[in-house]
């Protein structure tokens, strides 16, 4: 299915055509694409707007670690920011370096402000308030949009991910789960023509990964017929809480992962023994993927 944009009512009213239902995440999971995002796009920008060009090396570490080399890879970019920040505070140097260090009240307010975290809502909040680091966050994230679409160039899909995409289709109703703003998601599926395999895509503006998936499959579905595919334990904590299955697309062995999906797990899926031993099985290899701790904590 081949859109400029769904809405809520697309997501809630979504067709069942089969007895299962598949959620896929798209950065990092079907696209190579985290790494050259974070490092080329996200990261700089937060150096440029708050400032932090005498002390880049350590932003940057701070950024990696949570974006990508931890539990909190693929996080929506509002809480990542915001660990950033936390972790960045406390780097060794960085206090006595003398830099001034990003306040992170507004931030965390709009966090826990119960809203869709996204920019629309960010905007909403930034006409309301005036606050002028909600503006500075507002500003960051769009120029991380515009920075992206201007200079990043296509990165293709992994290739068993596109194979997956190919019998999923075939067997189980699938969408697109993202944090991942929809304008990009749709261009990036659209550009190497993968929006034909997918019902809809839906990005930060239609909720979290949690609220997609319980929308989307509402009680069409039992719950064991119901998958999430993700790369990160953010992405096994929405399976968890809308109490679905889970396969794990392990970072730094994604094709093998996908290749294991095509040629074992999916049968598995829709045979009816993938919930339990094997399941479980495949979560303890990714839980021990990614660590909580930085390593200049430890």
Same mark, same amino acid.
Request: charged share 20%; no cysteine; aromatic share 14%.
């Given at each position: 299915m081949s859109k400029n944009n769904y809405s809520l009512d697309d997501l809630k009213n979504l067709p069942q055509r089969h007895g299962s239902f598949v959620g896929i995440d798209s950065d990092g999971c079907v696209f /190579?694409?985290? &790494?050259?995002? %974070?490092? %080329? @796009?996200? @990261?700089?920008l937060i150096i440029k707007y708050w400032g932090l060009e005498a002390c880049e090396k350590e932003l940057r570490a701070c950024a990696e670690f949570v974006n990508l080399y931890s539990k909190t890879r693929g996080s929506n970019?509002? +809480?990542a920011l915001l660990r950033?920040?936390?972790?960045? *505070? /406390?780097?060794p140097g960085v206090r006595e370096s003398?830099?001034?260090l990003p306040e992170t009240g507004a931030l965390r =307010?709009?966090?826990?402000s119960g809203l869709p975290l996204g920019n629309p809502s960010l905007k909403d909040e930034v006409t309301r308030t005036k606050d002028p680091e909600l503006t500075r966050i507002l500003e960051w &994230? $769009? =120029?991380i949009n515009a920075d992206i679409g201007a200079r990043m160039a296509p990165v293709p899909p992994f290739a068993w991910a596109k194979r997956a995409l190919e019998m999923i289709r075939s067997h189980s109703d699938v969408i697109v789960v993202s944090q991942t703003p929809e304008e990009a998601l749709i261009k990036e599926w659209n550009i190497h023509n993968l929006s034909s395999y997918v019902d809809l895509i839906a990005g930060q503006e239609l909720g979290t990964k949690t609220e997609h998936i319980r929308m989307a499959a509402g009680d069409k579905y039992p719950l064991k017929r119901v998958l999430l595919i993700g790369d990160a334990q953010g /992405? $096994? =904590? *929405? *399976?968890?809480a809308a109490g679905v299955c889970f396969y794990p697309i &392990? +970072?730094? &062995?994604?094709e093998s992962s996908w290749e294991r999906f095509c040629t074992e797990a999916y049968a598995k899926f829709l045979g009816g023994t993938f919930a339990g031993g094997y399941e479980q099985r495949l979560t303890a290899e990714f839980n021990a993927l990614l660590p909580e701790t930085p390593p200049w904590s430890r």
């Open positions: /190579d694409t985290m &790494s050259v995002k %974070q490092k %080329q @796009h996200f @990261h700089p970019r509002f +809480p950033v920040f936390e972790l960045f *505070a /406390d780097y003398g830099v001034t =307010a709009y966090i826990r &994230s $769009l =120029a /992405d $096994l =904590a *929405a *399976a968890g &392990s +970072p730094g &062995s994604e």
